[in-house]
């Protein structure tokens, strides 16, 4: 489908205007394309060739406004660190209607009602960062929102230094957050969020929008949702960085790709947004950060459920937890969900925390290894591993499903740092080779396999702030 073709629904507006602020586009100067993700095209359908025209750079730069699209920023609160702020929004993000059940939103478009102090841009560094994560996770069977383009410009933005100012393309099935609920519940607005919760019913849970029980069944849904995308961040050694309350997904996604990061050597305690002097968002409490911002969400779901109901559903969260992170991490390992192996799987997070090990590497090792030694030169203590393997052999592990499952590569910051500073000096070609190892983590790609080593201790464990 060509792009003058394409016509876009906004069912969104049809709440009243405490929901959204309708704003175009401020589009930026001397815009090009960067990147354009043929996958998301197909799931769009749009017409490959259109990618590579000067109408989709037009389009992604707010330039050309599709048939049926009003562009608008959605309103939303949100509690950030553990402190409620009354009014959010989208600061910097302008959805531009629905596709195909996508939801189409540019990202560093320019001010809109919600951007208080900011600009309402976004950077080169951080779109780049956006785009190559959120297909990077969806690759590694993550529920995520996606991305089908990042343009660059000539336009300089003001961050700790001058940067050039990018757009990315993002996509997803929802773009309603917890802070959407708690925003009409704070305000005391109880019908508006009634309507909302009908909404998302409709968008996210349809399978419950007819049953007189619907809320406290989308309530439940959520929260085994939040749960199972918990334990898969946990299980591939991903940090979020920021969860508060408006960055986590009605839907169950992984929502905006701040100060993110995969894991270089185990570290259950690894921080990777440097303003998080706490460590709340650190890798090993993303689990109970979950579990805390569902209770925020019950209380804004209050005046529609009934709270007692609420409270035991929520209570079921540390067993979906756990039950979806066990059989994630048993699948890693190749080996049957016995919940004797639970021992197993703590005693070898013990030795990798101790020794410093590869996340990645050691998993991706095991699924090939044929002699103990290459496994133990990975850690520190020889004595401690072999005397796992030991008992680990004694499970039979199915090898050849366990490289289904343990990629060869994920995309670490030092990656993605070689590529933007490339791109900072006008060379792209990382940023697509990084899309397609994101997209297909699982193969050899032996043309880089030196990013499927571990990473280089000068680089490691890099902290990253909300605007990189």
């Not at 920021?242 to 960055?247: A, G, P």
């Not at 639970?342 to 050691?362: E, G, H, P, R």
């Not at 983590?441 to 990013?451: D, T, V, W």
């Amino acid at each position: 489908m060509k792009l003058e073709n394409i016509k876009l629904k906004t069912d969104y507006l049809n709440f009243d205007e405490e929901f959204f602020h309708k704003v175009k586009p401020m589009p930026l100067k001397g815009a090009f394309l960067i990147s354009a993700n043929a996958e998301i095209a197909k799931l769009l359908n749009i017409d490959i060739d259109e990618l590579s025209s000067k109408e989709f750079v037009e389009f992604v730069n707010g330039n050309t406004i599709l048939e049926g699209s009003e562009p608008f920023a959605m309103c939303y609160a949100g509690h950030q660190f553990g402190y409620y702020v009354p009014r959010l929004g989208d600061g910097r993000a302008i959805n531009l209607g629905e596709l195909n059940g996508w939801h189409l939103q540019l990202k560093g478009s320019g001010l809109t009602r919600y951007s208080r102090e900011g600009d309402g841009r976004a950077v080169l560094r951080s779109s780049i960062r956006e785009y190559l994560m959120s297909e990077a996770m969806h690759a590694l069977g993550v529920p995520t929102t996606r991305a089908l383009a990042v343009i660059g410009s000539n336009e300089n933005i003001a961050r700790e230094r001058w940067e050039k100012g990018a757009i990315v393309l993002r996509v997803s099935s929802s773009w309603i957050r917890f802070g959407t609920f708690e925003y009409f519940y704070y305000k005391k607005r109880y019908e508006k969020l009634e309507q909302l919760a009908d909404y998302v019913l409709k968008q996210s849970f349809s399978e419950y929008a007819d049953k007189e029980n619907r809320y406290i069944l989308m309530y439940e849904e959520i929260v085994k949702r939040t749960a199972h995308l918990m334990a898969y961040w946990q299980s591939i050694g991903f940090s979020h960085g920021v969860m508060n309350t408006d960055n986590m997904s009605i839907a169950g996604l992984t929502i905006d790709y701040g100060p993110y990061s995969f894991l270089d050597d185990y570290d259950f305690d690894f921080i990777c947004n440097h303003t998080d002097v706490e460590g709340r968002y650190s890798f090993g409490n993303q689990p109970n950060i979950g579990y805390w911002n569902l209770s925020m969400l019950l209380k804004a779901l209050s005046p529609l459920i009934n709270m007692d109901k609420g409270k035991e559903i929520l209570e079921k969260y540390p067993a979906y937890f756990t039950q979806k992170f066990h059989s994630l991490m048993c699948a890693k390992l190749g080996i049957s969900e016995s919940k004797e192996h639970s021992k197993l799987i703590q005693w070898l997070f013990n030795i990798m925390q101790n020794d410093a090990v590869d996340y990645t590497l050691f998993f991706r090792t095991l699924s090939e290894y044929n002699d103990r030694s290459e496994i133990s030169k990975l850690f520190i203590s020889d004595k401690r591993i072999v005397e796992w393997l030991e008992e680990y052999e004694k499970e039979l592990p199915y090898k050849e499903g366990m490289k289904r499952v343990n990629p060869k590569y994920v995309l670490k910051n030092y990656m993605l740092q070689e590529a933007i500073e490339k791109a900072e000096i006008g060379d792209y070609s990382l940023v697509d080779s990084l899309l397609k190892i994101a997209q297909d983590p699982y193969e050899e790609h032996a043309e880089f396999n030196s990013y499927a080593k571990a990473t280089p201790h000068q680089l490691k464990a890099l902290k990253l702030s909300c605007s990189s």
